[in-house]
Protein backbone atom coordinates (compact mmCIF):
# COMPACT_ATOMS: atom_id res chain seq x y z
CA UNK A 1 0.00 0.00 0.00
CA UNK A 2 1.31 3.50 -0.82
CA UNK A 3 -0.12 6.84 0.12
CA UNK A 4 0.03 9.18 -2.03
CA UNK A 5 0.53 12.74 -0.01
CA UNK A 6 0.78 16.16 -0.61
CA UNK A 7 4.11 17.12 -0.56
CA UNK A 8 3.14 20.81 0.52
CA UNK A 9 -0.18 22.89 1.96
CA UNK A 10 -1.98 23.90 -1.35
CA UNK A 11 -5.38 23.07 -3.13
CA UNK A 12 -6.08 20.29 -5.38
CA UNK A 13 -6.08 21.28 -8.91
CA UNK A 14 -6.76 18.07 -10.63
CA UNK A 15 -7.17 14.43 -9.73
CA UNK A 16 -5.98 12.40 -12.68
CA UNK A 17 -7.70 8.97 -11.84
CA UNK A 18 -10.51 7.41 -10.27
CA UNK A 19 -10.58 4.67 -7.75
CA UNK A 20 -10.24 1.00 -9.00
CA UNK A 21 -7.88 2.69 -12.28
CA UNK A 22 -4.42 0.38 -12.54
CA UNK A 23 -1.65 3.35 -12.10
CA UNK A 24 2.06 2.33 -12.63
CA UNK A 25 5.59 4.00 -10.74
CA UNK A 26 6.31 7.21 -11.78
CA UNK A 27 1.90 8.12 -13.28
CA UNK A 28 1.38 11.35 -12.09
CA UNK A 29 -2.03 10.83 -10.10
CA UNK A 30 -2.62 14.08 -8.47
CA UNK A 31 -1.67 17.66 -9.59
CA UNK A 32 -1.84 20.00 -6.05
CA UNK A 33 -1.40 24.13 -6.96
CA UNK A 34 0.70 25.95 -4.41
CA UNK A 35 2.55 29.10 -4.54
CA UNK A 36 0.70 29.45 -7.87
CA UNK A 37 2.57 26.40 -9.59
CA UNK A 38 1.09 23.09 -10.47
CA UNK A 39 2.65 20.38 -8.37
CA UNK A 40 2.47 16.89 -9.96
CA UNK A 41 2.25 14.07 -6.99
CA UNK A 42 3.51 10.61 -8.76
CA UNK A 43 2.62 6.92 -7.73
CA UNK A 44 5.84 5.81 -6.07
CA UNK A 45 4.59 1.76 -6.83
CA UNK A 46 2.72 -0.04 -9.69
CA UNK A 47 -0.78 -0.94 -8.25
CA UNK A 48 -4.31 -0.03 -8.10
CA UNK A 49 -6.10 3.24 -6.88
CA UNK A 50 -7.38 2.23 -3.60
CA UNK A 51 -9.39 5.34 -2.66
CA UNK A 52 -9.02 8.64 -3.24
CA UNK A 53 -9.29 11.12 -0.41
CA UNK A 54 -10.83 14.93 -0.77
CA UNK A 55 -11.67 16.53 -3.92
CA UNK A 56 -10.94 18.64 -6.30
CA UNK A 57 -10.57 22.32 -5.00
CA UNK A 58 -9.87 21.00 -1.36
CA UNK A 59 -7.50 22.54 0.67
CA UNK A 60 -4.95 20.28 1.79
CA UNK A 61 -1.54 20.61 4.32
CA UNK A 62 1.48 18.90 3.88
CA UNK A 63 1.64 15.36 4.31
CA UNK A 64 -1.87 14.84 4.09
CA UNK A 65 -2.72 12.02 2.18
CA UNK A 66 -4.21 12.11 -1.01
CA UNK A 67 -4.77 9.18 -2.50
CA UNK A 68 -3.60 5.18 -1.43
CA UNK A 69 -2.69 3.23 -3.76
CA UNK A 70 -2.97 -1.07 -3.58
CA UNK A 71 0.59 -2.75 -4.81
CA UNK B 1 74.52 -16.35 19.10
CA UNK B 2 76.22 -14.76 15.88
CA UNK B 3 75.45 -11.64 14.24
CA UNK B 4 73.36 -13.31 11.58
CA UNK B 5 71.29 -15.08 14.00
CA UNK B 6 71.23 -12.01 16.07
CA UNK B 7 69.92 -10.24 12.78
CA UNK B 8 67.55 -13.29 11.87
CA UNK B 9 65.75 -12.81 15.15
CA UNK B 10 65.28 -9.07 15.01
CA UNK B 11 63.58 -9.93 11.86
CA UNK B 12 61.43 -12.70 12.91
CA UNK B 13 60.24 -10.35 15.59
CA UNK B 14 58.88 -7.67 13.34
CA UNK B 15 57.45 -9.93 11.00
CA UNK B 16 55.72 -11.73 13.37
CA UNK B 17 54.65 -8.40 15.12
CA UNK B 18 53.68 -7.54 11.47
CA UNK B 19 51.77 -10.34 11.12
CA UNK B 20 49.61 -10.04 13.85
CA UNK B 21 49.22 -5.89 13.75
CA UNK B 22 47.85 -6.27 9.96
CA UNK B 23 45.79 -8.99 10.61
CA UNK B 24 43.55 -6.68 13.19
CA UNK B 25 41.11 -8.32 15.81
CA UNK B 26 39.97 -11.50 16.54
CA UNK B 27 38.45 -14.34 13.71
CA UNK B 28 35.29 -13.79 15.06
CA UNK B 29 34.98 -10.30 14.28
CA UNK B 30 36.41 -10.98 10.83
CA UNK B 31 33.51 -13.22 10.32
CA UNK B 32 30.86 -10.68 11.35
CA UNK B 33 32.26 -8.18 9.30
CA UNK B 34 31.67 -10.88 6.09
CA UNK B 35 27.93 -11.14 7.28
CA UNK B 36 27.63 -7.51 7.53
CA UNK B 37 28.73 -7.06 3.68
CA UNK B 38 31.74 -5.10 5.11
CA UNK B 39 35.18 -5.32 4.16
CA UNK B 40 38.23 -5.60 6.64
CA UNK B 41 39.81 -1.89 6.83
CA UNK B 42 43.23 -2.96 4.66
CA UNK B 43 41.12 -3.83 1.98
CA UNK B 44 39.31 -0.74 2.26
CA UNK B 45 42.66 1.11 1.66
CA UNK B 46 43.65 -1.21 -1.26
CA UNK B 47 41.03 -0.58 -3.04
CA UNK B 48 40.75 2.97 -2.14
CA UNK B 49 44.23 3.97 -2.71
CA UNK B 50 46.07 4.03 -6.45
CA UNK B 51 47.42 0.45 -7.12
CA UNK B 52 46.50 -0.12 -3.40
CA UNK B 53 49.67 1.71 -2.43
CA UNK B 54 50.14 3.59 1.10
CA UNK B 55 52.42 4.00 3.52
CA UNK B 56 51.03 3.82 7.46
CA UNK B 57 51.92 5.37 10.20
CA UNK B 58 51.73 4.07 13.76
CA UNK B 59 50.76 0.41 12.77
CA UNK B 60 52.49 -0.61 16.21
CA UNK B 61 50.31 1.83 18.17
CA UNK B 62 49.48 -0.21 21.54
CA UNK B 63 51.75 -3.07 19.91
CA UNK B 64 52.23 -4.26 23.15
CA UNK B 65 48.22 -5.39 24.13
CA UNK B 66 48.23 -8.06 22.03
CA UNK B 67 44.46 -7.39 21.11
CA UNK B 68 44.42 -3.98 20.56
CA UNK B 69 46.55 -4.00 16.55
CA UNK B 70 46.96 -0.25 15.18
CA UNK B 71 44.85 0.64 18.18
CA UNK B 72 41.39 -0.05 15.99
CA UNK B 73 42.50 2.81 13.32
CA UNK B 74 44.67 2.74 10.24
CA UNK B 75 46.76 6.14 9.36
CA UNK B 76 48.27 6.06 6.05
CA UNK B 77 48.97 8.29 3.19
CA UNK B 78 48.73 7.52 -1.00
CA UNK B 79 47.82 8.36 -4.07
CA UNK B 80 44.04 8.44 -5.46
CA UNK B 81 44.54 9.31 -9.19
CA UNK B 82 47.71 10.51 -8.61
CA UNK B 83 47.03 13.02 -6.20
CA UNK B 84 48.35 12.49 -2.40
CA UNK B 85 45.93 12.09 0.04
CA UNK B 86 45.83 10.97 3.53
CA UNK B 87 43.35 8.53 5.34
CA UNK B 88 42.56 7.94 9.29
CA UNK B 89 40.13 4.56 8.97
CA UNK B 90 38.79 2.85 11.76
CA UNK B 91 39.29 -1.17 12.31
CA UNK B 92 36.03 -2.40 13.49
CA UNK B 93 37.46 -5.74 14.26
CA UNK B 94 39.03 -4.05 16.95
CA UNK B 95 37.06 -3.09 19.92
CA UNK B 96 34.36 -1.68 17.10
CA UNK B 97 36.50 0.65 16.01
CA UNK B 98 36.35 2.56 19.44
CA UNK B 99 38.99 5.08 20.40
CA UNK B 100 41.37 4.60 23.12
CA UNK B 101 44.43 7.66 23.98
CA UNK B 102 46.38 6.40 20.25
CA UNK B 103 43.60 5.89 18.16
CA UNK B 104 43.21 9.93 19.11
CA UNK B 105 46.69 10.29 18.53
CA UNK B 106 46.59 8.80 15.42
CA UNK B 107 43.96 10.58 13.97
CA UNK B 108 45.26 14.19 15.36
CA UNK B 109 48.69 13.12 13.87
CA UNK B 110 47.04 12.36 10.32
CA UNK B 111 45.44 15.22 10.74
CA UNK B 112 48.42 17.61 10.85
CA UNK B 113 50.34 15.82 8.22
CA UNK B 114 47.82 16.45 5.81
CA UNK B 115 47.66 19.92 6.92
CA UNK B 116 51.57 20.11 6.41
CA UNK B 117 51.29 18.35 2.99
CA UNK B 118 48.20 20.44 2.20
CA UNK B 119 46.38 17.44 0.93
CA UNK B 120 42.84 15.83 1.25
CA UNK B 121 42.08 14.03 4.09
CA UNK B 122 39.22 11.26 3.50
CA UNK B 123 37.69 9.97 6.92
CA UNK B 124 37.02 6.13 6.62
CA UNK B 125 34.68 5.49 9.66
CA UNK B 126 33.38 2.76 11.31
CA UNK B 127 33.42 3.14 15.28
CA UNK B 128 31.69 2.21 18.13
CA UNK B 129 32.42 5.78 19.95
CA UNK B 130 35.26 6.14 22.75
CA UNK B 131 36.47 3.73 24.69
CA UNK B 132 34.49 4.86 27.99
CA UNK B 133 37.57 2.64 30.15
CA UNK B 134 40.33 4.92 29.06
CA UNK B 135 37.78 8.48 28.95
CA UNK B 136 40.29 10.54 31.11
CA UNK B 137 43.36 8.95 28.44
CA UNK B 138 41.57 10.51 25.15
CA UNK B 139 38.07 12.60 26.16
CA UNK B 140 38.94 15.92 28.00
CA UNK B 141 42.75 16.94 27.32
CA UNK B 142 44.35 19.20 24.75
CA UNK B 143 44.96 16.58 22.17
CA UNK B 144 42.04 15.02 23.21
CA UNK B 145 38.96 13.64 20.57
CA UNK B 146 38.18 17.66 20.81
CA UNK B 147 40.98 18.36 19.06
CA UNK B 148 39.96 16.34 16.03
CA UNK B 149 36.87 18.33 15.64
CA UNK B 150 39.24 21.56 16.35
CA UNK B 151 41.56 20.23 13.44
CA UNK B 152 38.17 19.32 11.08
CA UNK B 153 37.09 22.75 11.81
CA UNK B 154 40.76 24.44 11.23
CA UNK B 155 41.44 22.26 8.02
CA UNK B 156 37.59 23.42 6.64
CA UNK B 157 38.38 25.34 3.47
CA UNK B 158 41.70 24.46 3.30
CA UNK B 159 41.70 20.73 1.68
CA UNK B 160 38.70 18.73 1.29
CA UNK B 161 37.96 16.49 3.70
CA UNK B 162 35.61 13.39 2.73
CA UNK B 163 33.89 10.84 4.99
CA UNK B 164 33.11 7.69 4.12
CA UNK B 165 30.73 6.01 6.55
CA UNK B 166 31.09 2.43 6.79
CA UNK B 167 29.80 1.54 10.08
CA UNK B 168 27.74 3.34 13.26
CA UNK B 169 29.63 6.43 14.14
CA UNK B 170 28.07 7.75 17.49
CA UNK B 171 27.90 10.57 20.11
CA UNK B 172 31.03 12.10 20.40
CA UNK B 173 32.35 10.51 16.80
CA UNK B 174 29.40 11.55 14.86
CA UNK B 175 30.58 15.29 14.77
CA UNK B 176 33.40 13.77 12.30
CA UNK B 177 30.98 13.58 9.30
CA UNK B 178 29.43 16.65 10.27
CA UNK B 179 32.52 18.46 10.00
CA UNK B 180 33.29 17.00 6.61
CA UNK B 181 32.72 18.43 3.12
CA UNK B 182 30.89 15.49 2.27
CA UNK B 183 29.58 12.40 3.57
CA UNK B 184 29.15 8.87 1.63
CA UNK B 185 26.92 6.52 3.13
CA UNK B 186 26.58 3.02 2.92
CA UNK B 187 22.85 1.91 3.09
CA UNK B 188 21.64 -0.39 5.43
CA UNK B 189 25.45 -0.42 7.40
CA UNK B 190 25.82 3.24 7.95
CA UNK B 191 24.61 4.94 10.78
CA UNK B 192 25.14 8.39 13.06
CA UNK B 193 23.75 9.36 16.53
CA UNK B 194 24.23 11.21 19.14
CA UNK B 195 22.37 8.44 21.56
CA UNK B 196 21.56 5.08 20.30
CA UNK B 197 17.95 3.38 20.35
CA UNK B 198 19.21 1.87 23.88
CA UNK B 199 19.94 5.03 25.59
CA UNK B 200 16.66 6.77 23.86
CA UNK B 201 14.79 4.18 25.29
CA UNK B 202 16.16 4.41 28.89
CA UNK B 203 16.97 8.12 28.77
CA UNK B 204 13.79 9.57 27.25
CA UNK B 205 11.59 6.22 26.87
CA UNK B 206 11.48 6.66 23.08
CA UNK B 207 11.67 3.13 21.00
CA UNK B 208 12.52 3.32 17.48
CA UNK B 209 15.35 1.09 15.56
CA UNK B 210 18.86 2.26 14.72
CA UNK B 211 17.48 2.81 11.22
CA UNK B 212 14.84 5.35 12.45
CA UNK B 213 17.42 6.72 14.38
CA UNK B 214 20.23 7.17 12.43
CA UNK B 215 20.12 5.13 9.58
CA UNK B 216 22.05 6.30 6.19
CA UNK B 217 18.73 6.61 4.56
CA UNK B 218 17.05 8.88 6.95
CA UNK B 219 20.25 11.19 7.24
CA UNK B 220 20.32 11.20 3.00
CA UNK B 221 16.64 12.08 3.00
CA UNK B 222 15.62 13.65 6.13
CA UNK B 223 17.90 15.29 8.42
CA UNK B 224 20.45 16.17 5.66
CA UNK B 225 23.54 15.12 7.49
CA UNK B 226 24.72 12.50 4.56
CA UNK B 227 25.45 13.61 1.03
CA UNK B 228 25.74 10.76 -1.16
CA UNK B 229 23.32 7.35 -0.70
CA UNK B 230 25.20 4.02 -1.96
CA UNK B 231 24.69 0.48 -1.57
CA UNK B 232 28.36 -1.15 -1.18
CA UNK B 233 31.38 -0.14 0.16
CA UNK B 234 33.04 -1.04 -3.31
CA UNK B 235 30.35 2.15 -4.55
CA UNK B 236 31.43 4.73 -1.82
CA UNK B 237 35.02 4.48 -2.33
CA UNK B 238 34.27 4.55 -6.36
CA UNK B 239 32.05 7.58 -5.41
CA UNK B 240 35.02 9.02 -3.30
CA UNK B 241 37.57 9.28 -5.67
CA UNK B 242 35.18 10.67 -8.51
CA UNK B 243 34.26 13.47 -6.07
CA UNK B 244 37.99 14.08 -5.70
CA UNK B 245 38.14 14.83 -9.78
CA UNK B 246 36.10 17.96 -9.19
CA UNK B 247 38.78 19.49 -6.35
CA UNK B 248 42.03 20.88 -5.99
CA UNK B 249 44.48 19.21 -3.56
CA UNK B 250 44.29 22.32 -1.27
CA UNK B 251 42.17 25.89 -1.85
CA UNK B 252 45.16 27.06 -3.72
CA UNK B 253 45.05 24.03 -6.15
CA UNK B 254 44.81 24.41 -9.55
CA UNK B 255 41.46 23.50 -10.81
CA UNK B 256 41.42 19.87 -11.96
CA UNK B 257 39.52 20.01 -16.02
CA UNK B 258 38.97 16.67 -17.50
CA UNK B 259 38.28 16.36 -21.38
CA UNK B 260 35.48 18.05 -22.31
CA UNK B 261 32.68 16.12 -23.78
CA UNK B 262 29.45 16.90 -26.13
CA UNK B 263 25.68 17.56 -23.81
CA UNK B 264 24.21 14.35 -23.36
CA UNK B 265 21.28 13.46 -26.36
CA UNK B 266 17.86 14.79 -25.85
CA UNK B 267 15.47 17.39 -26.18
CA UNK B 268 16.57 21.17 -26.60
CA UNK B 269 15.80 23.13 -24.01
CA UNK B 270 13.16 25.10 -26.13
CA UNK B 271 11.37 21.74 -26.13
CA UNK B 272 12.21 20.91 -22.39
CA UNK B 273 10.98 24.52 -21.12
CA UNK B 274 6.85 25.01 -21.11
CA UNK B 275 5.57 28.45 -22.05
CA UNK B 276 3.14 28.16 -19.28
CA UNK B 277 5.12 29.89 -16.18
CA UNK B 278 3.14 27.63 -13.65
CA UNK B 279 3.28 24.44 -15.35
CA UNK B 280 6.26 21.57 -13.69
CA UNK B 281 9.35 20.50 -15.87
CA UNK B 282 12.00 18.25 -14.79
CA UNK B 283 15.07 20.21 -14.44
CA UNK B 284 17.47 17.24 -14.57
CA UNK B 285 17.07 17.58 -18.65
CA UNK B 286 17.40 21.13 -18.87
CA UNK B 287 20.97 20.55 -16.74
CA UNK B 288 21.75 17.57 -19.19
CA UNK B 289 21.70 19.74 -22.21
CA UNK B 290 24.42 22.85 -20.58
CA UNK B 291 26.65 20.18 -19.59
CA UNK B 292 29.39 17.78 -20.77
CA UNK B 293 28.02 14.10 -20.97
CA UNK B 294 27.71 11.99 -18.01
CA UNK B 295 29.56 14.69 -15.53
CA UNK B 296 27.40 15.11 -12.86
CA UNK B 297 28.20 14.38 -9.06
CA UNK B 298 24.95 15.46 -7.09
CA UNK B 299 25.09 16.40 -3.59
CA UNK B 300 22.04 15.57 -1.27
CA UNK B 301 20.40 14.39 -4.33
CA UNK B 302 17.70 13.25 -2.06
CA UNK B 303 17.46 15.81 0.51
CA UNK B 304 15.15 18.70 -0.25
CA UNK B 305 14.82 17.83 -3.83
CA UNK B 306 13.42 21.00 -4.96
CA UNK B 307 16.76 22.40 -5.85
CA UNK B 308 19.77 20.48 -7.12
CA UNK B 309 22.59 20.83 -5.65
CA UNK B 310 25.50 19.04 -8.38
CA UNK B 311 29.10 19.18 -9.16
CA UNK B 312 29.54 19.34 -13.03
CA UNK B 313 31.79 19.64 -16.03
CA UNK B 314 30.84 22.52 -19.07
CA UNK B 315 33.89 22.33 -21.53
CA UNK B 316 35.42 20.36 -19.06
CA UNK B 317 35.87 22.80 -16.42
CA UNK B 318 34.24 22.10 -12.61
CA UNK B 319 31.25 24.30 -11.97
CA UNK B 320 28.71 24.35 -8.88
CA UNK B 321 25.32 24.23 -10.47
CA UNK B 322 22.38 25.26 -8.40
CA UNK B 323 18.93 24.82 -9.83
CA UNK B 324 15.21 24.87 -8.67
CA UNK B 325 13.37 21.79 -9.78
CA UNK B 326 10.08 23.19 -10.80
CA UNK B 327 8.90 19.20 -10.86
CA UNK B 328 8.98 18.89 -7.22
CA UNK B 329 7.02 21.42 -4.89
CA UNK B 330 6.94 23.42 -7.80
CA UNK B 331 10.66 24.60 -7.28
CA UNK B 332 9.84 26.29 -3.88
CA UNK B 333 12.51 27.08 -1.03
CA UNK B 334 12.12 25.49 2.05
CA UNK B 335 14.39 25.45 5.40
CA UNK B 336 15.99 22.14 3.91
CA UNK B 337 16.59 24.21 0.46
CA UNK B 338 18.37 26.66 2.29
CA UNK B 339 20.38 24.43 3.88
CA UNK B 340 21.48 22.32 1.02
CA UNK B 341 22.21 25.02 -0.97
CA UNK B 342 24.38 27.10 1.56
CA UNK B 343 26.60 24.28 2.51
CA UNK B 344 26.91 23.87 -1.39
CA UNK B 345 27.72 27.21 -2.33
CA UNK B 346 30.47 27.00 0.89
CA UNK B 347 31.95 24.19 -0.46
CA UNK B 348 32.41 25.51 -4.24
CA UNK B 349 33.58 29.02 -2.97
CA UNK B 350 36.28 27.36 -0.82
CA UNK B 351 37.63 25.32 -3.30
CA UNK B 352 37.22 28.07 -6.38
CA UNK B 353 34.54 26.14 -8.17
CA UNK B 354 32.78 28.25 -10.31
CA UNK B 355 28.62 28.98 -9.74
CA UNK B 356 26.22 28.20 -11.87
CA UNK B 357 22.55 29.27 -10.92
CA UNK B 358 19.35 28.46 -13.11
CA UNK B 359 16.94 29.85 -11.45
CA UNK B 360 13.30 29.01 -12.03
CA UNK B 361 11.92 29.68 -8.63
CA UNK B 362 8.60 31.05 -7.03
CA UNK B 363 9.68 32.07 -4.06
CA UNK B 364 10.51 30.73 -0.54
CA UNK B 365 7.53 28.92 1.28
CA UNK B 366 5.07 31.12 2.67
CA UNK B 367 2.59 29.65 5.84
CA UNK B 368 2.62 29.41 9.38
CA UNK B 369 4.82 25.85 9.77
CA UNK B 370 8.14 27.70 7.67
CA UNK B 371 7.51 30.50 9.57
CA UNK B 372 8.06 28.92 12.58
CA UNK B 373 10.35 26.88 11.13
CA UNK B 374 12.31 30.29 10.75
CA UNK B 375 12.37 30.57 6.84
CA UNK B 376 13.38 34.59 6.97
CA UNK B 377 16.44 33.37 9.01
CA UNK B 378 17.35 30.19 6.96
CA UNK B 379 17.01 32.54 3.71
CA UNK B 380 18.82 35.21 4.94
CA UNK B 381 21.91 32.45 5.52
CA UNK B 382 21.66 31.32 2.14
CA UNK B 383 21.57 34.77 0.61
CA UNK B 384 24.78 35.54 2.91
CA UNK B 385 26.50 32.59 1.44
CA UNK B 386 25.85 32.90 -2.14
CA UNK B 387 26.50 36.80 -1.80
CA UNK B 388 29.69 36.27 -0.12
CA UNK B 389 30.94 34.01 -2.77
CA UNK B 390 33.77 35.41 -4.74
CA UNK B 391 34.31 32.80 -6.85
CA UNK B 392 32.68 33.57 -10.42
CA UNK B 393 28.89 33.43 -10.46
CA UNK B 394 26.64 33.06 -13.27
CA UNK B 395 22.88 33.52 -12.95
CA UNK B 396 20.45 32.86 -15.92
CA UNK B 397 17.08 33.06 -15.13
CA UNK B 398 15.50 30.26 -16.77
CA UNK B 399 12.15 30.70 -16.58
CA UNK B 400 11.10 33.04 -13.62
CA UNK B 401 12.59 34.33 -10.58
CA UNK B 402 10.07 35.88 -8.12
CA UNK B 403 10.51 37.58 -5.07
CA UNK B 404 13.45 36.71 -2.74
CA UNK B 405 13.99 33.65 -4.74
CA UNK B 406 15.55 36.02 -7.16
CA UNK B 407 17.84 37.15 -4.31
CA UNK B 408 18.76 33.46 -3.80
CA UNK B 409 19.56 32.65 -6.87
CA UNK B 410 22.16 35.19 -7.40
CA UNK B 411 20.45 38.03 -8.69
CA UNK B 412 21.49 41.38 -10.13
CA UNK B 413 22.01 42.76 -6.78
CA UNK B 414 24.17 40.46 -5.71
CA UNK B 415 26.90 40.70 -8.44
CA UNK B 416 27.29 37.71 -10.43
CA UNK B 417 29.20 38.37 -13.09
CA UNK B 418 26.39 38.06 -15.49
CA UNK B 419 22.79 37.92 -15.40
CA UNK B 420 21.24 35.89 -18.27
CA UNK B 421 17.84 35.86 -19.14
CA UNK B 422 16.09 33.46 -21.72
CA UNK B 423 13.79 34.73 -23.94
CA UNK B 424 10.76 33.43 -21.67
CA UNK B 425 12.42 34.47 -18.76
CA UNK B 426 9.86 36.68 -15.79
CA UNK B 427 11.55 38.90 -13.44
CA UNK B 428 9.09 40.03 -10.46
CA UNK B 429 8.34 40.65 -6.63
CA UNK B 430 5.43 37.64 -7.72
CA UNK B 431 3.53 36.45 -10.30
CA UNK B 432 0.68 38.08 -12.52
CA UNK B 433 -2.46 36.08 -10.84
CA UNK B 434 -0.97 36.74 -7.32
CA UNK B 435 -0.15 40.20 -7.86
CA UNK B 436 -2.68 41.27 -10.00
CA UNK B 437 -4.85 39.61 -6.65
CA UNK B 438 -3.04 41.44 -4.39
CA UNK B 439 -3.32 44.95 -6.17
CA UNK B 440 -7.06 44.82 -7.30
CA UNK B 441 -8.43 42.70 -4.54
CA UNK B 442 -10.83 45.27 -3.48
CA UNK B 443 -12.02 46.24 -7.25
CA UNK B 444 -12.30 42.76 -7.92
CA UNK B 445 -14.65 41.50 -5.44
CA UNK B 446 -16.78 44.68 -6.34
CA UNK B 447 -17.23 43.15 -10.15
CA UNK B 448 -20.70 41.62 -9.65
CA UNK B 449 -20.88 39.73 -13.06
CA UNK B 450 -18.21 37.23 -13.09
CA UNK B 451 -17.75 37.60 -16.76
CA UNK B 452 -16.58 40.59 -16.36
CA UNK B 453 -14.68 40.56 -13.75
CA UNK B 454 -12.57 37.35 -15.43
CA UNK B 455 -12.15 40.05 -18.32
CA UNK B 456 -10.54 42.53 -15.50
CA UNK B 457 -8.21 40.10 -14.10
CA UNK B 458 -7.08 39.02 -17.42
CA UNK B 459 -6.80 42.51 -18.51
CA UNK B 460 -4.51 43.46 -15.46
CA UNK B 461 -2.49 40.61 -16.13
CA UNK B 462 -1.65 40.89 -19.23
CA UNK B 463 -0.76 44.96 -18.40
CA UNK B 464 0.84 43.30 -15.28
CA UNK B 465 3.19 41.10 -17.81
CA UNK B 466 3.85 43.74 -20.27
CA UNK B 467 5.23 45.48 -17.25
CA UNK B 468 7.57 42.77 -16.26
CA UNK B 469 8.47 42.17 -20.34
CA UNK B 470 12.04 40.88 -20.32
CA UNK B 471 13.30 43.43 -23.18
CA UNK B 472 12.09 46.17 -20.88
CA UNK B 473 14.54 44.50 -17.89
CA UNK B 474 17.19 44.68 -20.70
CA UNK B 475 16.64 48.09 -21.75
CA UNK B 476 17.12 49.55 -18.64
CA UNK B 477 20.37 47.08 -18.14
CA UNK B 478 18.54 44.73 -14.88
CA UNK B 479 19.52 41.59 -16.78
CA UNK B 480 22.92 41.89 -19.24
CA UNK B 481 22.13 39.42 -21.59
CA UNK B 482 19.53 37.66 -23.25
CA UNK B 483 20.58 34.52 -24.89
CA UNK B 484 18.49 32.01 -27.16
CA UNK B 485 18.23 29.02 -24.90
CA UNK B 486 20.06 26.37 -28.00
CA UNK B 487 23.22 29.07 -27.53
CA UNK B 488 22.97 29.26 -23.48
CA UNK B 489 25.57 26.14 -23.41
CA UNK B 490 28.40 28.04 -25.86
CA UNK B 491 27.61 31.16 -24.16
CA UNK B 492 28.07 29.74 -20.54
CA UNK B 493 31.71 28.25 -21.71
CA UNK B 494 32.87 31.34 -23.10
CA UNK B 495 32.20 33.32 -20.03
CA UNK B 496 33.15 30.98 -17.60
CA UNK B 497 36.35 30.91 -19.89
CA UNK B 498 37.04 34.84 -19.17
CA UNK B 499 35.76 35.09 -16.01
CA UNK B 500 38.80 32.76 -14.60
CA UNK B 501 41.01 35.65 -13.55
CA UNK B 502 38.36 36.78 -11.15
CA UNK B 503 39.51 38.47 -7.83
CA UNK B 504 37.56 40.09 -4.99
CA UNK B 505 38.03 40.60 -1.81
CA UNK B 506 35.78 41.33 0.68
CA UNK B 507 36.72 43.58 3.45
CA UNK B 508 39.48 42.86 5.85
CA UNK B 509 36.77 41.70 8.59
CA UNK B 510 37.20 38.45 10.67
CA UNK B 511 33.83 37.66 8.87
CA UNK B 512 30.70 38.24 9.07
CA UNK B 513 27.71 37.58 11.53
CA UNK B 514 26.24 34.53 10.71
CA UNK B 515 21.93 35.03 10.85
CA UNK B 516 21.57 31.36 12.35
Not at chain 2, 108 to 136: C, N
Not at chain 2, 315 to 332: L, T, W
Not at chain 2, 371 to 398: D, F, N, W, Y
Request: net charge negative; glycine share 8%; proline share 5%.
Amino acid sequence: MQEVKATMAGTILQIEVKEGDAVTKGQVVVILESMKMEIPLEAEVDGTVNKIHGAEGDFVDEDEVLVTIQS
Amino acid sequence: MTNESTKTAYNEKLQEITARVIKGGAEKYHKKLEQQAKLFVRERLRLLFDEGNYVEDGKFANCETKDLPADGVVTATGKIDGQTVCVMANDSTVKAGSWGARTVEKIIRIQETAEKLRVPLLYLVDSAGARITDQLDMFPNRRGAGRIFHNQVRLSGVIPQLCLLFGPSAAGGAYIPAFCDIVIMVEGNASMYLGSPRMAEKVIGEKVTLEEMGGARMHCTVSGCGDVLVDTEEQAIVEARKYLSYFPGNFEGPAKFAEPRAVKEGRSLEEIIPENQNAPFNMYEAIDQLVDDNSLFEIKKLFAPEVITTLARIDGRPVGVIANQPKVKGGVLFVDSADKVTKFITLCDAFSIPLLFLADVPGFMIGTKVERQGIIRHGAKLIMAMSSATVPKISVVVRKAYGAGLYAMAGPAFEPDVCIALPTAQIAVMGPEAAVNAVYSNKIEAIADPKERIAFIKDKQQEYKEEIDIYKMASDLIIDEVVAPHNLRSVLAERFGYYETKKIMNSSRKHPVYPV
